[in-house]
């Protein structure tokens, strides 16, 4: 196996901020419809592209605040071919709307990269189909040609490299590293994990991330892990496995229950930002190479802008 593709990281000798959990605060405590948890729908009008361009500032902000870097994830994760029709859409319109999400993103670059924090644009991804339930699995070839389309119209855009977020089975995420490959962009690849800290087939998190890694020639730049809280998955994490090396982020739910309890919820848990905070920083104490900090389902500025008081140093 080569060695790892180089990290979009790699020049920067600091940790990075990302955002929160987009849909469940735009839907929550924003007030804001997005069909299908979709928040490329933003993108279609002026009205939801300001929202947007409001929402990443107050993260920016918090970022150059804390002499931290940033990784913009575009609003894209729902917005594969699949999800056109349900959201009224023609695959162009779709299409558009991809590129109009990395566009954003370099526009708020643009307005922040004179305060000084280096800030990485990413195409974000998702699943063919739901984040938490794998559902019927593809093969990884049928994966491939899936996820190929949205890879090549995000990566049109020139985003600093593409992610791949709430992955919850293997077959997917070997599938959309090599659909990623196509491109020759960085790859981030993110395993969603239940209270187990295993994925949602059963797979435990190292064994995925071999598997990923030996059958794309270790393409992913790094791996992260989304969408469940760190109580679930913190003690599986070997601390000498080769494996636990790759992973360099988390994006972490602000609840600990269990992702099906968290579908027959009808209404936020936010869960306590501040203890949030201290799992991120005991995650950081024993395992320092996890450079990239964010949120998941539930979290909001609240949680990032604790993140960024328990582990990182305020430079003014």
């Known amino acids: ?102 566009d954003l993103l370099h526009e708020l670059r643009d307005a922040f990269a004179p305060l ?21 699995i593809m093969s990884a070839s049928e994966a491939e040609g899936y996820h190929r389309h949205q890879a090549a119209i995000l990566s049109s855009a020139r985003p600093d490299m593409l992610s791949a977020f709430t992955m919850n089975n293997v077959n997917e995420a070997i599938g959309i590293t090599r659909a990623v490959a196509t491109t020759a962009l960085p790859l981030v690849l993110s395993f969603t994990v239940e209270t187990d800290g295993r994925l949602p087939t059963g797979d435990p998190l190292g064994a995925a991330i071999e598997a990923v890694d030996a059958a794309t020639d270790g393409y992913p730049a790094y791996y992260m892990i989304n969408c469940a809280h760190p109580a679930h998955f913190a003690t599986t994490l070997d601390q000498d496995a080769d494996w636990m090396r790759r992973i360099r982020g988390i994006r972490a739910n602000a609840s600990r229950c269990s992702h099906a309890e968290l579908d027959a919820m009808t209404t936020l848990d936010a869960g306590d930002p501040y203890d949030f905070a201290l799992h991120y920083r005991a995650l950081r104490a024993r395992h320092p190479q996890i450079q990239v900090l964010g949120g998941c389902c539930g979290t909001d500025h609240r949680h990032v802008e604790a993140i960024a008081r328990e582990c990182l140093q305020v430079t003014n």
């Open 1 to 102: 196996m080569r060695p790892h593709a180089p990290s979009p990281l790699a020049p920067f000798d600091r940790l990075f901020l990302t955002d929160a959990g987009l849909e469940t605060d735009f839907i929550y405590n924003r007030a804001i419809d997005l069909p299908y948890f979709a928040s490329i729908a933003l993108l279609r009008a002026e009205s939801g592209r300001q929202a947007l361009k409001d929402y990443f500032r107050s993260y920016l902000e918090l970022a150059v605040q804390h002499g931290a870097g940033f990784v913009l994830e575009s609003a894209s994760w729902r917005a594969g071919p699949d999800w056109a029709e349900p959201l009224g859409l023609t695959l162009a319109e779709l299409d558009a709307l991809n590129v109009a999400s990395i």
């Open 116 to 136: 000084g924090s280096p800030i990485l644009v990413s195409g974000c991804m998702g699943p063919r189909g739901d984040g938490y339930d794998p559902g019927r």
